[in-house]
């Protein structure tokens, strides 16, 4: 996967930026094994803990849970673990000269982005509730159609006709669900919450794409630290914001009454109660570390094409853990959520082809004037 991203790489060079696809902040100031080890890292982050958390979440809904704002609390609740990586994992000595943003902005920028998480992750947690794993896994294969869109308009990013028939492809993917006849809801909801469902994860598709434009914007404009721990600043303190926003409707909303009921109801017991929503809020934050890592080291852009990877396991995994129902719909939808993912990477192989062949041109005509 990494050997498909557009570098120009020399045997003891760090690496070089092609067509601005990788950020510069990143490549600058890292050597070249440290950036394919932290590029490499995140990726796992990221699909293995989006993975484990859909597939979690979709057990807690199974098992007796129902509070739509728990389920939106614990995607951002475990933030004060990423401390300890903060504190502990040095990072390479800052070479910007740049001026650092002003508290009030910087405090601004978090609340903002902290707020808008909130929001989306309310819209998912509704859409889990209504839909089965799979289901739900499919429809968020839309968010990298959206995210093309705003990383063209927002960040710039090239956008090329495979890109084009990777968002076309990936929302076809996800509109062929609505239409679905065929429920497959996870409880026995209505055609109406199914719609509510399909509704609220594609529009939580659309807002998390929107947000990760927004950080990618935010690291190369107003930020523009060229340390690790950026990474983490970032996700600690939307992650505060955001716990604040959900724990403010869990009251208000008047769930939390509903709490202890819901835990001594739970059919796998109170333990497991527990350990289903600390393991969750654990998998999130590994999640987020790697999608806000890969768009400080990437692209908000990249950084969704690997989220997409992820929906490829998750639906396989809701399948063997919880027997979700695989019909011709589904198979069809996840045949074109690849198609579009296959697209995208074959954008970066023709990215890199031409590089590495200019590369080669340049060294040619070098050799040949001395």
Not at 5 to 19: F, Y
Not at 25 to 35: D, P, S, T
Not at 71 to 87: C, D, G, M, N, S
Not at 304 to 325: E, G, M, R, W
Request: aromatic residues 12%; contains cysteine.
């Amino acid at each position: 996967m990494l050997t498909l991203m557009s570098l120009q790489i020399k045997d003891n060079e760090e690496p070089m930026i092609v067509a601005g696809t990788i950020s510069e902040i990143a490549l600058n100031k890292y050597k070249r094994w440290q950036w394919w080890f932290l590029v490499s890292l995140c990726i796992a982050f990221l699909i293995v803990g989006q993975s484990a958390a859909v597939i979690l979440g979709r057990f807690y809904y199974d098992q007796g849970g129902n509070s739509k704002w728990m389920a939106t609390l614990v995607q951002t609740a475990a933030f004060p673990f990423l401390f300890i990586p903060l504190f502990t994992i040095p990072s390479p000595p800052e070479a910007s000269t740049s001026a650092s943003p002003s508290i009030t902005i910087l405090a601004l920028i978090y609340f903002v982005l902290g707020a808008v998480v909130a929001a989306d992750n309310m819209m998912y947690s509704t859409g889990l509730l209504y839909l089965s794993a799979s289901t739900y896994s499919l429809i968020c294969a839309s968010q990298l159609a959206f995210n093309a869109v705003f990383s063209y308009f927002i960040n710039a990013q090239k956008f090329t006709m495979l890109i084009i028939n990777s968002t076309v492809v990936l929302t076809l993917s996800s509109s062929l669900l609505a239409v679905n006849e065929d429920l497959d809801e996870p409880s026995g909801a209505s055609k109406g919450k199914y719609i509510i469902g399909f509704l609220c994860t594609l529009g939580a598709s659309a807002v998390y794409s929107l947000l990760l434009s927004l950080m990618q914007l935010s690291f190369e404009k107003i930020l523009k630290k060229e340390t690790f721990s950026v990474v983490l600043e970032m996700q600690i303190y939307t992650s505060l914001v955001a716990t604040c926003a959900s724990v403010i409707g869990l009251f208000a909303s008047g769930e939390w009454s509903t709490l202890h009921g819901e835990m001594e109801g739970f059919e796998k017991g109170k333990v497991a109660y527990v350990l289903t929503l600390v393991w969750t809020a654990v998998a999130w934050q590994v999640c987020s570390v790697g999608v806000v890592g890969l768009i400080f080291l990437v692209s908000s852009l990249y950084s969704n094409v690997i989220s997409t990877v992820s929906l490829a396991v998750t639906p396989i995994a809701s399948v063997i853990v919880f027997h979700d129902k695989m019909n011709g719909e589904k198979i069809i939808s996840m045949l074109l959520a690849i198609w579009g993912f296959v697209s995208y990477i074959y954008q970066n192989y023709l990215d890199d082809s031409k590089a590495r062949r200019a590369q080669a041109i340049a060294k040619s005509q070098n050799d040949s004037s001395c």
